[in-house]
């Protein structure tokens, strides 16, 4: 197994790649409450994986081959 899939909490940047998205949209998604996090001092923040997998699993929806897909 992955040392990447044992670690429990991910910094922004980490989220956002695994999310393939901007880090400022990840930013967004925490800051908005979308996406759980903690913050850890003044500057660090983290995001615990099973909330990113729950966010995942509750954003989900099935697209047909014709529809865009907007973020």
């Not at 998604?29 to 909330?51: C, M, T």
Request: without cysteine; glycine residues 4%; aromatic residues 4%.
């Amino acid at each position: 197994m992955e040392a990447a899939a044992q670690q429990s909490w991910l910094t922004v940047p980490e989220v956002a790649r695994e999310l393939q998205i901007p880090r400022s949209r990840a930013y967004m998604l925490i800051s908005e409450g979308s996406l759980p996090a903690v913050r850890i001092g003044q500057k660090s923040i983290r995001v615990n994986r099973r909330e990113l997998e729950t966010f995942l699993l509750e954003q989900r929806r099935v697209v047909s081959s014709g529809e865009e897909v907007a973020m």
